[in-house]
């Protein structure tokens, strides 16, 4: 620690105050604006925090209080709050994604919990080329968000299953996953290294299986508790859309998270013309839920493109469907919500070890029963969603 007053020793100071949300130390998200340092010892600090009305505000005000009041010879302290513009707020995304640490490819519970890190060097990917907006009107990128009314019903399989299906059927695909209670598609995807951002910060998706992927945990790392809150999940889904290197996507995949919260139907104001795919497992609870979740999505005004039943079988080695959870719970979902069941996933045990080795099923076993029917339901979503009649809200 530098015991004498200046500016360098403020910042080395401020280096260890983190941004409550990314995790990330404000000095490395370009979050302090400015020091100012006098002979008489007062300092001045001003802050600019990612999105207004911020309710934590207080804390990185007395963080920033209590890491500079360490500074030897600080006889005056005046922290002054304010909001980044846009241009800061790229800048600061841009750097959590540089800064989040990729740890992706072990168990998140093996991890050990340490600090973000900051000597990641800054990379930069080649400039973006300007791909159309998936926001614009008139899009022709088709969207769907997978939604459950609960987590561990295999909504994030089925995701990236689909995404690497319609990958196989000669599409662009785009893969986003905003689950921010439980991102796991870069694990499933097997993507792993550090993601890169271009010269004019964009993020670059990582491209596995023919899929562009993009996720909540490209932000932070995958061991943070992360409190997230709607004006930030809102600008991180705006940053997902507009500030991400897509290209000319055919569909764009979307993991939601589950059930009915902030981020849904943030998702849902911004693409009116995303279309929704329910996933359920056969058990009557989890249809129960997932119908709740259906009951919202439509009230908001999204249509439901149909239902998606997991874990419906096991396939005996005699050739029987064993029914494990029960049965009936997609048909009786998708009768409700009166659209079709438009595919039953047995449970495989590749399934699952595809998903935690990084290689879904379509791409590592492409002729085993699982891998059929997501094949199938790729190409029964192809023709139900046709290509270049969805007009976007424009917002
Ligand atoms: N059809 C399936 N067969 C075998 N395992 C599956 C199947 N679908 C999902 N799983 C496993 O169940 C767990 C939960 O699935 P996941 O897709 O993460 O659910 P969610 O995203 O709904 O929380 C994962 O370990 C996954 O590999
Ligand atoms: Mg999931």
Not at 18 to 27: A, M, R, T, V
Not at 31 to 37: A, S, T
Not at 276 to 292: I, K, S, Y
């Amino acid at each position: 620690m530098p015991n004498t007053l200046n500016e360098q020793s403020v910042r080395t100071a401020l280096a260890a105050v983190k941004d409550p949300e990314l995790g990330q130390s404000i000095i490395d998200l370009g979050m302090v604006r400015q020091v100012k340092v006098d002979d008489a010892g007062a300092v001045a600090v001003e802050v600019a925090l990612t999105v207004a009305g911020c309710p934590l505000h207080e804390r990185i005000d007395q963080d920033v209080r209590a890491a500079v009041g360490q500074v030897p010879g600080v006889r005056d302290l005046t922290v002054r709050l304010d909001v980044m513009d846009e241009t800061e707020r790229r800048q600061a995304f841009a750097a959590a994604v540089r800064l989040s640490e990729a740890r992706r490819g072990a168990a998140p519970a093996a991890r050990p919990v340490a600090p973000a890190s900051r000597e990641i060097p800054v990379r930069s990917g080649p400039a973006a080329p300007a791909g159309p907006a998936l926001l614009q009107p008139n899009t022709r990128t088709r969207i769907i968000g997978v939604a459950s009314g609960k987590g561990g019903v295999g909504k994030s399989t089925v995701t990236a299953n689909l995404a690497v299906a319609l990958a196989q059927r000669g599409h662009k695909v785009g893969l986003m996953d905003i689950d921010v209670y439980g991102f796991s598609q870069g694990r499933i995807m097997g993507a792993t290294g550090q993601p890169e951002v271009t010269a004019d910060e964009k993020i670059i998706p990582w491209d596995r299986y023919g899929v562009k992927l993009v996720s909540m945990g490209m932000f932070v790392p995958e061991d943070q508790a992360i409190v997230w809150r709607g004006p930030m999940l809102g600008k991180m889904m705006q940053q997902f859309f507009s500030d991400v290197v897509w290209g000319d996507l055919d569909w764009l995949v979307v993991d939601m998270p589950p059930g009915t919260g902030d981020v849904a139907l943030d998702v849902a104001q911004k693409v009116r013309h995303a279309k929704l795919l329910m996933v359920t497992t056969p058990q009557a609870v989890a249809m129960h839920v997932a119908r709740r979740a259906a009951g919202v999505a439509e009230r908001i005004g999204q249509s439901i493109v149909g239902v998606v039943e997991n874990m419906s079988y096991v396939r005996c080695p005699h050739g029987d469907r064993l029914e494990v959870f029960g049965r009936g719970g997609g048909k009786h979902l998708a009768d409700a919500l009166n659209v079709p069941l438009l595919a039953q996933v047995p449970l495989e045990p590749d399934v699952r070890a595809g998903g935690d080795r990084g290689e879904p099923v379509v791409a590592a076993a492409p002729t085993s029963e699982a891998a059929r029917v997501f094949l199938q339901l790729a190409e029964r979503l192809d023709h139900m969603v046709p290509p270049g009649i969805v007009t976007a809200a424009a917002r």
